[in-house]
């Protein structure tokens, strides 16, 4: 099924929020003094506040600010819950290895988001704090929200570079928008059209506002939210115009004309996602590459036939993006995803290599493949390679 109605940043992330849980116990803030931590202003970071206020004007510049979403929450299984340790290894990671200076930290869980980010901050990236809370009551989500802003709002006083993203496609996210008392009944209605547009587009618009709203009230620096590409948002809400973007053109001239309308608002644009599952042709198949990868029928899920694993493929794909944000001096760009845990790789099964639905720059391999509860670690993919010698070279003087 290739419907553009429904993405699968809308159903998968937003099926990865509504499965976890609050984090146990509590996890401080931003700190000072720790002993890995990178200098609060380096000349990287004040030059990218320079370009931020407008204070350089060599052109063409390129992005501000290239990196990669991180998703935060208790995960599927105990073995794939987030820990204190393993986000600081993603993070040092990130940041050494894949020359990010920026991450959108998304999930739920006001603690395990304030951790993430601080972390990040103080390795020196610049952050994108994202909740996602999903299928509670809307004023349940605009608490979290705000409750998430406070702590950015801390952060941005304390010296950290950090935007506040209000949320991300909440027609997935939000109840109320569309029918469906959780995500999984929203994206079945969406896909057998079961909503009424006007509605939608009302709920959708409103919800938008309140949200903007809540931001802008705990939170004084950049605001902005993840849309989906067809999502019509009143950006005069926003400071920057950020889109989860997961297109397929053959010239890079049909990519331009595609966002250029994004820019018609005068803001800074941003590219809140944007990549390509891992399987040959997966580009091509866009935002439902997840639902042609997964063979819907079987149980446990197996990869659809046909379909080999493209590690080039994505990263091919991925390059070819950035250098259209790049052409277009964008202000952000971020791919989707480190790592996806609950999609292991299996290198001696295809058939079972789910890691080819997975949009993650790294493989998640398994000690054990048929057990969740095995341990785990993460295998950069190619993608991961080619993005971060694109990060490094584009850093250099």
Not at 93 to 111: P, Q, Y
């Amino acid at each position: 099924m290739r419907d553009a109605a429904i993405s699968r940043a809308r159903f998968l992330a937003a099926a990865g929020a509504g499965a976890v849980a609050m984090a146990a116990g509590g996890v401080p803030g931003l700190t000072a003094g720790r002993a890995e931590a990178a200098p609060a202003r380096d000349q990287e970071q004040e030059q990218e506040q320079a370009r931020d206020q407008g204070q350089v004007q060599d052109q063409p510049r390129g992005l501000t600010y290239r990196g990669v979403c991180y998703q935060v929450g208790d995960g599927e299984s105990h073995a794939t819950r987030w820990t204190p340790a393993r986000m600081r290894h993603d993070v040092r990671a990130i940041r050494r290895d894949l020359h990010a200076n920026s991450v959108s930290v998304f999930g739920d869980g006001v603690e395990r988001l304030a951790a993430t980010a601080s972390e990040a901050a103080e390795r020196g990236l610049h952050v994108w704090l994202q909740p996602r809370l999903a299928d509670v009551p809307q004023g349940d989500i605009l608490d979290h929200l705000a409750e998430v802003g406070r702590h950015a709002e801390r952060m941005r006083r304390q010296g950290a570079r950090v935007h506040l993203s209000v949320g991300c496609e909440f027609v997935l996210f939000v109840p109320g928008i569309v029918p469906g008392a959780t995500t999984m009944e929203r994206v079945d209605n969406l896909l057998k059209g079961d909503f009424d547009p006007q509605a939608m587009a009302r709920g959708l618009r409103d919800f938008i506002a309140r949200a903007a709203r809540t931001g802008r009230s705990v939170f004084h620096g950049p605001l902005t939210y993840g849309a989906a590409h067809d999502d019509e948002v009143d950006w005069s809400l926003f400071d920057i115009v950020g889109v989860n973007y997961y297109g397929y053109h053959r010239t890079k001239a049909a990519y331009v004309k595609d966002l250029a309308p994004y820019q018609r608002w005068g803001k800074p644009m941003a590219i809140t996602e944007c990549g390509s599952c891992t399987y040959e042709g997966a580009p091509v198949d866009g935002g439902m590459g997840w639902y042609e990868a997964i063979d819907q029928t079987k149980e446990p899920a197996e990869i659809s036939a046909g379909l080999r694993r493209g590690e080039p493929t994505q990263a091919a794909y991925l390059l070819d993006v950035f250098d259209v944000f790049e052409s277009m001096n964008l202000h952000a760009a971020l791919a989707y995803t480190f790592v996806s845990p609950e999609l292991p790789h299996h290198p001696d099964e295809p058939r079972h290599d789910l890691d080819m639905a997975s949009h993650g720059l790294t493989k998640a391999v398994r000690d054990h493949y048929d057990d969740p509860e095995s341990r785990w670690h993460w295998e950069p993919k190619e993608s991961f390679r080619a993005l971060a010698r694109h990060f490094e070279q584009a850093t250099r003087p």
